[in-house]
């Protein structure tokens, strides 16, 4: 061979663009005082005071806002717009350098990511409170033949990552963006001489507390920065057994792995002012502004606060592999066994973070294939778990799996240029799941100085040690029954589809137990077990189309669909009243507790002949349920489970990839179906959020809620208050 190899040098760089697909929209200013009069007039007419019902938005207000005549006395904020950017830019760089000789190889890499969010930049802020991601990836991987059957390895890997963002959590600022009042105050005011921050825009609070909600006051409040290491070293060390019997080797790996975190967060407290109805509109545009302090008092300074964690792990791996060729015949075989430990570096004080984590396990796996036409493989593993009891730790799950490779029959010589591969194949095994809920779920806990529920003297309750957790010495494995039948079609040399068919029997599933009675002493505390089961099935199917055009230019067309949809078989709900109340034959995760709507009430003459509501009172455009049980009355025992699970059962993709000599151009779209989420009506409804502070209104509410003169509008009728009809 060769006493050295060229050494190859690999650079990359990619800009890339990310985007929201969707925003909901929001009522504009305009909209929103025009449907919260609507609400109001509603409120009016149900209380009987419409005789002296005042618009709660005058004409002028909302004729001004309209007008845009000043953006202090009439405001009209887009929130979103504020706080986040239509899209951003991100950059990848990767290095890969690889050669060697004879005796030594090596393979160096070098990465470096910036990724940026959409939060908007914020000129007036006298600190960076935008999003930023930075990863640098370092590695190493260098291989020695000691020996003529002896290689022996080292691989390092270092991931370091620094993050920049908002102390307020983007979750909350997308909420806030959504949710706040866009008319109430302007999102910031003129600076004054000798001001030092900025001016927030605000106003007294309509119930909770003592100002309003403004977003971009939340977002500018401060920012942290996180600091995540990632260090991964293994040494391997493999060894050819052909001395022993041709096609035998042994790998030994052994691994050390920590990872560490540390933040720090600075946060200021905002000032805001309220401007005073005693402003005044200038003819020329311009406002004699006259604001007032509201609020907290503000902090130009910023307080800290900082947090830190992180493990490490250990893992020690050995196999045995053989694979040779007679004839024919493949035959190969493997064995592994391996074990590793979890340690949390900051252990703190508990039982559960101050044990380290172990598992270890062996696997084997024989193979045979004849011909390159009947493949056959038949595999088990043998898991250990800390987490159950002496006697439950162990579990045994074999599998199997054939296949047959028809276009490389003698029959097939006739169209193998045009179906170029046609292989089926079937698979079938059994699965075991060991991260539970909770952690050594076989023991129990007992809290000491716990109220007992035991009372004294009339009103004194005893106090003592109490039983908080009941274990179960019998928990142990979860089990999952897996079978896959799939089919490999290759056509043209250029079209490759590939479709499998997979069914999943879950049992064993570990949850709480809700079926004891109260009798056993065991409320609120009751074991956990292995009780549960779910069933699922689906198809995947992906296809791949290349066709390279000359030496300069190729294309690459790509599709995928996958459907997966699973139903709780098994699961221990306590007494229901109602068999339809089950989850059993529902998704996981599926909304459950929900009433059943048949539209809106369109006549008082309805209401008088349908089943009585018991969700305070409610009249005609409030929501119709269905009574699920015919005894004319809707209450708690008229819901049901309803809709897909959180987790979509389709999901589907294309894309393409289009290269001119070292260039390429690639894109990939990716679209969910069949899933469905629970949206909180005081988070949707508008004017009854859990306070009026959040009381934005979706756009789609204009135009499509109920009215005499849109008796079959979408939504029901707006008010000013909470309808707990309509929650």
């Given at each position: 061979?060769?006493?050295?190899?060229?050494?190859?040098?690999?650079?990359?760089?990619?800009?890339?663009?990310?985007?929201?697909?969707?925003?909901?929209?929001?009522?504009?200013?305009?909209?929103?005082?025009?449907?919260?009069?609507?609400?109001?007039?509603?409120?009016?007419?149900?209380?009987?005071?419409?005789?002296?019902?005042?618009?709660?938005?005058?004409?002028?207000?909302?004729?001004?806002?309209?007008?845009?005549?000043?953006?202090?006395?009439?405001?009209?904020?887009?929130?979103?717009?504020?706080?986040?950017?239509?899209f951003?830019?991100?950059?990848?760089?990767?290095?890969?350098?690889?050669?060697g000789s004879?005796?030594?190889?090596?393979?160096?890499?070098?990465?470096?990511?910036?990724?940026?969010?959409?939060?908007?930049?914020?000129?007036?802020?006298?600190?960076?409170?935008?999003?930023?991601?930075?990863?640098y990836?370092?590695?190493?991987?260098?291989?020695?033949?000691?020996?003529?059957?002896?290689?022996?390895?080292?691989?390092?890997?270092?991931?370091?990552?620094?993050n920049?963002?908002?102390?307020?959590?983007?979750?909350?600022?997308?909420?806030?963006?959504?949710?706040?009042?866009?008319?109430?105050?302007?999102?910031?005011?003129?600076?004054?001489?000798?001001?030092?921050?900025?001016?927030?825009?605000?106003?007294?609070?309509?119930?909770?507390?003592?100002?309003?909600?403004?977003?971009?006051?939340?977002?500018?409040?401060?920012?942290?920065?996180?600091?995540?290491?990632?260090?991964?070293?293994?040494?391997?060390?493999d060894?050819?057994?052909?001395?022993?019997?041709?096609?035998?080797?042994?790998?030994?790996?052994?691994?050390?792995?920590?990872?560490?975190?540390?933040?720090?967060?600075r946060?200021?407290?905002?000032?805001?002012f309220?401007?005073?109805?005693?402003?005044?509109?200038n003819?020329?545009?311009?406002?004699?502004?006259?604001?007032?302090?509201?609020?907290?008092?503000?902090?130009?300074?910023?307080?800290?606060?900082?947090?830190?964690?992180?493990?490490?792990?250990?893992?020690?791996?050995?196999?045995?592999?053989?694979?040779?060729?007679?004839?024919?015949?493949?035959?190969?075989?493997?064995?592994?066994?391996?074990?590793?430990?979890?340690?949390?570096n900051?252990?703190?004080?508990?039982?559960?973070?101050?044990?380290?984590?172990?598992?270890?396990?062996?696997?084997?796996?024989?193979?045979?294939?004849?011909?390159?036409?009947?493949?056959?493989?038949?595999?088990?593993?043998?898991?250990?778990?800390?987490?159950?009891?002496?006697?439950?730790?162990?579990?045994?799950?074999?599998?199997?799996?054939?296949?047959?490779?028809?276009?490389?029959?003698?029959?097939?010589?006739?169209?193998?240029?045009?179906?170029?591969?046609?292989?089926?194949?079937?698979?079938?095994?059994?699965?075991?799941?060991?991260?539970?809920?909770?952690?050594?779920?076989?023991?129990?806990?007992?809290?000491?100085?716990?109220?007992?529920?035991?009372?004294?003297?009339?009103?004194?309750?005893?106090?003592?040690p109490?039983?908080?957790?009941?274990?179960?010495?019998?928990?142990?494995?979860?089990?999952?029954?897996?079978?896959?039948?799939?089919?490999?079609?290759?056509?043209?040399?250029?079209?490759?589809?590939?479709?499998?068919?997979?069914?999943?029997?879950?049992?064993?599933?570990?949850?709480?137990?809700?079926?004891?009675?109260?009798?056993?002493?065991?409320?609120?505390?009751?074991?956990?077990?292995?009780?549960?089961?779910?069933?699922?099935?689906?198809?995947?199917?992906?296809?791949?189309?290349?066709?390279?055009?000359?030496?300069?230019?190729?294309?690459?067309?790509?599709?995928?669909?996958?459907?997966?949809?699973?139903?709780?078989?098994?699961?221990?709900?306590?007494?229901l009243?109602?068999?339809?109340?089950?989850?059993?034959?529902?998704?996981?995760?599926?909304?459950?507790?929900?009433?059943?709507?048949?539209?809106?009430?369109?006549?008082?003459?309805?209401?008088?002949?349908?089943?009585?509501?018991?969700?305070?009172?409610?009249t005609?455009?409030?929501?119709?349920?269905?009574?699920?049980?015919?005894?004319?009355?809707?209450?708690?025992?008229?819901?049901?489970?309803?809709?897909?699970?959180?987790?979509?059962?389709?999901?589907y993709g294309?894309?393409?990839?289009?290269?001119?000599?070292?260039f390429?151009?690639?894109?990939?779209?990716?679209?969910?179906?069949h899933?469905?989420?629970?949206?909180?009506?005081?988070?949707?409804?508008?004017?009854?959020?859990?306070?009026?502070?959040?009381?934005?209104?979706?756009?789609?509410?204009?135009?499509?809620?109920?009215?005499?003169?849109?008796?079959?509008?979408?939504?029901?009728?707006?008010?000013?208050?909470?309808?707990?009809?309509?929650?």
């Amino acid at each position: 061979g060769r006493n050295s190899e060229k050494m190859n040098v690999s650079v990359r760089l990619e800009n890339t663009f990310s985007m929201p697909t969707m925003i909901q929209e929001v009522a504009d200013g305009v909209t929103y005082m025009q449907l919260y009069n609507e609400a109001s007039f509603n409120s009016a007419k149900e209380a009987g005071t419409l005789a002296t019902y005042q618009p709660f938005y005058s004409a002028d207000k909302i004729n001004g806002t309209k007008a845009r005549l000043n953006k202090y006395l009439y405001p009209d904020n887009d929130w979103y717009d504020l706080l986040f950017k239509d899209f951003t830019v991100n950059q990848n760089l990767n290095l890969n350098i690889r050669g060697g000789s004879q005796k030594v190889n090596y393979f160096l890499n070098a990465a470096v990511s910036n990724e940026n969010g959409i939060i908007a930049d914020l000129d007036q802020n006298p600190y960076d409170v935008k999003m930023n991601h930075q990863k640098y990836i370092f590695q190493s991987n260098v291989n020695a033949k000691i020996t003529k059957t002896t290689t022996v390895g080292i691989k390092v890997n270092a991931q370091l990552e620094y993050n920049t963002r908002p102390n307020e959590d983007i979750g909350n600022l997308f909420y806030y963006s959504m949710r706040a009042n866009p008319v109430r105050f302007p999102a910031t005011l003129p600076a004054e001489e000798g001001d030092t921050f900025v001016r927030y825009g605000n106003n007294a609070s309509w119930d909770t507390g003592t100002t309003d909600l403004n977003p971009l006051a939340k977002l500018a409040s401060g920012y942290g920065k996180r600091y995540y290491s990632y260090v991964t070293t293994a040494f391997t060390l493999d060894q050819n057994l052909d001395m022993v019997t041709k096609g035998l080797s042994a790998n030994f790996m052994a691994s050390f792995y920590n990872y560490t975190y540390s933040a720090t967060y600075r946060s200021a407290t905002p000032y805001y002012f309220k401007v005073e109805d005693e402003s005044s509109l200038n003819p020329d545009g311009t406002a004699n502004l006259v604001t007032n302090s509201i609020g907290d008092t503000g902090t130009t300074y910023l307080t800290s606060t900082d947090g830190n964690g992180g493990h490490r792990r250990y893992a020690l791996q050995f196999s045995l592999n053989y694979a040779r060729k007679f004839g024919k015949h493949d035959v190969g075989a493997m064995f592994v066994y391996r074990m590793n430990e979890k340690k949390n570096n900051i252990a703190g004080t508990s039982e559960e973070n101050l044990l380290p984590y172990r598992e270890q396990g062996m696997a084997g796996r024989v193979t045979y294939g004849f011909d390159n036409r009947y493949l056959f493989e038949a595999s088990f593993g043998y898991n250990g778990s800390e987490n159950f009891a002496p006697g439950k730790r162990w579990g045994f799950f074999p599998s199997a799996a054939a296949g047959w490779v028809i276009s490389n029959e003698s029959f097939w010589d006739g169209i193998r240029k045009t179906v170029s591969n046609l292989k089926i194949r079937v698979s079938y095994g059994l699965a075991g799941n060991d991260a539970l809920g909770e952690r050594f779920p076989y023991r129990s806990i007992v809290a000491m100085g716990e109220e007992s529920g035991f009372y004294y003297n009339w009103n004194s309750q005893g106090k003592g040690p109490k039983i908080t957790t009941y274990g179960n010495p019998n928990a142990t494995w979860e089990e999952a029954k897996k079978l896959d039948v799939g089919l490999e079609l290759g056509l043209f040399n250029a079209l490759n589809i590939e479709a499998a068919y997979f069914t999943e029997d879950r049992t064993g599933i570990f949850m709480r137990r809700t079926s004891l009675p109260s009798s056993t002493g065991l409320l609120g505390v009751t074991p956990y077990g292995n009780i549960g089961r779910v069933k699922s099935h689906g198809v995947d199917l992906s296809a791949v189309y290349n066709k390279q055009f000359n030496k300069d230019w190729s294309l690459s067309l790509r599709g995928t669909f996958t459907f997966s949809r699973n139903e709780v078989v098994e699961k221990d709900e306590g007494d229901l009243m109602y068999d339809y109340m089950s989850v059993v034959g529902h998704p996981v995760n599926a909304i459950t507790g929900v009433l059943v709507a048949d539209g809106l009430f369109t006549s008082q003459e309805e209401i008088d002949n349908s089943p009585k509501q018991q969700f305070g009172n409610y009249t005609v455009g409030d929501i119709k349920y269905r009574d699920l049980n015919g005894d004319g009355i809707v209450d708690n025992y008229d819901t049901k489970p309803i809709g897909y699970s959180d987790i979509p059962e389709i999901v589907y993709g294309f894309g393409f990839s289009l290269q001119w000599k070292a260039f390429d151009l690639s894109a990939f779209f990716q679209g969910v179906a069949h899933v469905s989420f629970s949206t909180l009506t005081d988070q949707t409804q508008a004017f009854v959020g859990r306070n009026l502070k959040e009381s934005s209104v979706f756009a789609d509410l204009y135009g499509n809620t109920w009215t005499p003169e849109n008796p079959g509008a979408k939504y029901p009728r707006m008010t000013t208050g909470a309808i707990d009809n309509n929650n």
